[in-house]
C-alpha cells in the first residue's frame, strides 16, 4: 500500500512571495504518477500538476513548479508569485501506473497543507 | 468543455434512509472512481468502475453499493444511513490511455444525515 505524508498542515504566506508545499510518499512501486490537487472554499477539487515518475524533468505548470526527488521519494510544489486565489486546501496524491497490475484503486492522498495568501 | 456532472449537489436524509448518488462522466471517459471527504479530511477512495466493470474497491461500507451503466453514468446506492456518512461524495472520470492516468473531478455531492 501506498502512504502520502504533507507534514505541513497550515501555511500563511503574504501575496506576491514565493511558497513551498512539501510532500513524501512512501511506495515499492517502480511506475507511478503523482499529482497536486487544490481544493479552495467552494470545495471543487481541481487538478493543479501532474508528474510521472519515469520522468526526471519536473513538471511545470505557469506559477507552479514541482521538486521532484525521486531517490528521497520527495514531491514539493513551489508557488511562485502567490496570488490572494490560490488560497485552499493543497492535496499531494499518488497513484500506481496500471501497467503495475492491480485495479484502477485512483488517488492516494495526503492529509492536505491549507495555504493562506495574506494580502 | 464538459465537466463530470454529479447530482444531486446537496442532499439530506434522516438516519437509517437510502440515498443515490447520481456521477455522469466526461463524454469518452471510460473510468469512474468514487470517494468519500469527511469534514476536514483528505478523500478516502471508495469503488472504480472500468468499462462498466467494478474495477477495484476501497473503504466503501457494505451498506454502499455502485454501478455503472452502459451510458458510463455511475450511481451509488447508500443504505441504513448512519451520522458518520454525512460528508462530501465525489466522482471522478478518466480515459486510461488518451489522459495518462488525469482524474477530473465532480463539483461533489454534500450528504447530510440527521
Known amino acids: 500500500a501506498q502512504t502520502v505524508t504533507q507534514s505541513q498542515p497550515e501555511m500563511s504566506v503574504q501575496e506576491a512571495e514565493t511558497v513551498t508545499l512539501s510532500c513524501t510518499y512512501d511506495t515499492s512501486e517502480s511506475n507511478y504518477y503523482l499529482f497536486w490537487y487544490k481544493q479552495p472554499p467552494s470545495r471543487q477539487m481541481i487538478l493543479v500538476i501532474r508528474q510521472e515518475a519515469y520522468k526526471q524533468q519536473n513538471a511545470t505548470e505557469n506559477r507552479f513548479s514541482v521538486n521532484f526527488q525521486k531517490a528521497a521519494k520527495s514531491f514539493s510544489l513551489k508557488i511562485s508569485d502567490s496570488q490572494l486565489g490560490d488560497t485552499a486546501m493543497y492535496f499531494c496524491?499518488?497513484?500506481?501506473?496500471?501497467?503495475?497490475?492491480?485495479?484502477?484503486?485512483?488517488?492516494?492522498f495526503g492529509k492536505g497543507t491549507h495555504l493562506i495568501i495574506q494580502p | 468543455a464538459a465537466g463530470v456532472i454529479q447530482s444531486p449537489r446537496h442532499l439530506i436524509k434522516e438516519k437509517r434512509e437510502t440515498a443515490t448518488l447520481k456521477c455522469y462522466p466526461i463524454p469518452r471517459h471510460d473510468t469512474v472512481y468514487w470517494y468519500q471527504q469527511g469534514p476536514g479530511q483528505d478523500p478516502q477512495f471508495l469503488i472504480s468502475?472500468?468499462?462498466?466493470?467494478?474495477?477495484d474497491k476501497g473503504s466503501i461500507p457494505d451498506r454502499f453499493s455502485a454501478q455503472q451503466f452502459s451510458d458510463y453514468h455511475s450511481e451509488l446506492n447508500m443504505s441504513s444511513l448512519e451520522l458518520g456518512d454525512s460528508a462530501l461524495y465525489f466522482c471522478?472520470?478518466?480515459?486510461?490511455?488518451?489522459?495518462?492516468?488525469?482524474?477530473?473531478f465532480g463539483s461533489g455531492t454534500q450528504l447530510s444525515v440527521l
Open positions: 471522478a472520470s478518466s480515459q486510461r490511455i488518451a489522459t495518462n492516468e488525469k482524474l477530473f
Open positions: 496524491a499518488f497513484m500506481k501506473h496500471l501497467n503495475s497490475g492491480g485495479g484502477a484503486d485512483g488517488l492516494t
Open positions: 468502475f472500468y468499462e462498466k466493470m467494478q474495477s
